[in-house]
């Protein structure tokens, strides 16, 4: 089955499909990402999902202390929510 890898320019209002076996391998053709980019990655991606877990506490608890936050954020870690 052939598939279709549709890119798409920012500054362009149209998408252009690419479906070459390399695009539907790697989408960005960039290289694999090394170990330690692959840390990185992993690093910041939880680093950004705690803010935004801990932002929505803050949303639906405006009067929540910072102490309370952490310890909401590590309640949810625990319990997997």
Known sequence: MKQTIYTHNPHSTTLKATNTPETIENPLNNPQPSPEEK???AIEMTEAVTAICADGIRANNPDITE???ITELR???RERR
Do not use: A, G, K, M
């Open 39 to 41: 840390t990185r990655l």
């Open 75 to 77: 309640r949810r870690i």
């Open 67 to 69: 102490e309370e936050v």
